[in-house]
């Protein structure tokens, strides 16, 4: 089986993955060697009908929900399509901040779309990675052969639009998922071509079973971490070791931060509900950005003003405490409690369904089979009779009954109006930020234009409650 990577990134009318709804996805297939394999490709996805989208996403963007009305298809196409370009065996996602932002999407897509929120991400071969955990560790450990740009407040900034004009990659459609895309694979090049070492070495990460190898559960062996939890004086590179792991949840193992003395942060803090303080949490799953500590030369430890033995001593301390007992340790150490009942629609991470539910499903959601649009007599998790309606209104509305019309109607209102049933934005906060990005934005023709087109479409999606 060969491996590919597809270079994806996502454009959505929200910041919310669970809550917002996708506007564009864009994907590029290349070999290892990040050589393109395959034409780039591109949808649009139109906007459900009991969505309000937010103006200043749309404004971002550049993408209005009638544009997307115009050139995109409806959500359960559009999830298929993505779907299809993962069934290739040996596919590795990979985007910009994609495991936290753009791997969400796509889950809670395929989720309200009754498909399998995460098979493609290991069946077949296949796996997940993300570029700015490289671009974060090349920046701490080895920075040569890079330009690494500051924001207009002299800060370090990893922002792709920053990383790429200080590079000379081009990068004229920011913020248009294609051409993220195809930035954020010359950024990769670029990466790849200045420190293959470490390029090929974080790409080995994207194994569980590697980043067990390094961290080894324990056996209290230190370890370097790139991550935004880690000080920005020493670039977000941090020594840490493994002490526990989270109940019910395999993939993620408790971690602290040794640039805190044991002693002082137990004697110094008293317990405080939902206080962290060193204590973090390594997810096994999500191709973390870690490097074992003698890849570390004296001059990065100059540079960066990373104290080692003081971190070794940390380590010495922890050994000998009953750290378990410590502030922080116990936020992490026990289930994390429910929200209560979620919205359906924001159950992604509520349960797995079983085999018998995902066939049902699987029947419910296919043309032209004998179960499609039939609401099976059982499912053992109910929550997915409250789904699969939902899924035939937004997606199949001339199937509904007029009873169902009606119901479906009511329940569009609510979220309109109350910002009910997991909504991301009602009518009245919609119109808020119109006002002030009519304010704003007055002299830029292009997006008042584009605040005129969106304003339009929720009026007119929305009028017939007399909300408009």
């Known amino acids: 089986m060969s491996e590919s990577l597809l270079w994806f990134d996502y454009e959505t009318f929200g910041l919310d993955p669970a809550r917002d709804r996708p506007a564009q996805f864009a994907g590029l297939r290349t070999d290892p060697d990040l050589k393109v394999i395959e034409e780039p490709f591109t949808v649009f996805c139109r906007p459900p009908i009991d969505y309000i989208p937010n103006p200043e996403s749309c404004l971002l963007t550049g993408i209005s929900p009638v544009h997307a009305m115009a050139r995109g298809v409806p959500e359960h196409e559009f999830i298929r399509q993505i779907l299809a370009a993962y069934a290739v065996p040996g596919t590795c996602g990979v985007g910009y901040n994609s495991i936290r932002f753009d791997d969400e999407v796509t889950r809670n897509t395929l989720y309200r779309n009754l498909h399998d929120p995460f098979a493609r991400e290991w069946q077949h071969g296949n796996s997940r990675w993300d570029l700015l955990g490289v671009v974060r560790m090349a920046r701490a450990l080895r920075p040569e052969g890079i330009v690494w740009p500051r924001d207009k407040d002299d800060r370090p900034t990893l922002r ?98 040794l640039r805190f003395s044991p002693e002082s942060w137990m004697q110094d803090h008293p317990a405080l509900e939902g206080e962290r303080g060193p204590f973090g949490v390594l997810h096994i799953n999500r191709s973390p950005a870690l490097a074992p500590m003698s890849v570390l030369r004296s001059q990065d430890e100059a540079r960066l003003g990373l104290d080692v033995l003081m971190h070794m001593r940390h380590l010495g301390e922890l050994k000998q405490l009953p750290f378990r007992k410590a502030p922080g340790y116990e936020v992490f150490n026990q289930p994390f409690p429910s929200d209560g009942k979620p919205d359906v629609d924001l159950g992604l991470y509520a349960g797995f369904a079983s085999d018998r539910d995902r066939q049902r499903l699987e029947g419910f959601r296919t043309p032209g089979g004998g179960e499609f649009l039939k609401m099976p007599g059982h499912f053992d998790d109910p929550r997915y009779f409250e789904l699969c309606g939902r899924y035939k209104a937004r997606n199949y509305p001339n199937h509904l009954s ?52 969106t304003e339009r479409y929720v009026r007119d999606l929305t009028g017939s409650h007399g909300l408009a």
């Open 402 to 453: 007029a009873e169902e019309a009606q119901s479906w109607a009511g329940f569009c209102e609510a979220k309109w109006r109350q910002k009910a049933h997991g909504a991301a934005m009602d009518f009245a906060e919609f119109m808020t930020k119109v006002e002030a990005l009519r304010v704003t934005h007055g002299s830029d023709a292009r997006k008042m234009a584009l605040l005129v087109e």
């Open 160 to 257: 792709l639009d920053h990383l790429t004009i200080a590079n000379g990659i081009e990068h004229e459609d920011a913020h248009d998922a294609l051409g993220d895309v195809r930035a954020t694979l010359e950024l990769a090049r670029l990466v790849r071509h200045a420190q293959p070492k470490l390029f090929n070495y974080l790409w080995e990460l994207r194994s569980k079973r590697a980043v067990l190898s390094l961290v080894e559960p324990g056996s209290m062996t230190p370890f370097l971490m790139a991550s935004t939890r880690m000080s920005s004086e020493t670039q977000n590179l941090g020594i840490v070791v493994v002490v526990g792991r989270q109940p019910e949840n395999p993939n993620a193992l408790i971690t602290y931060d």
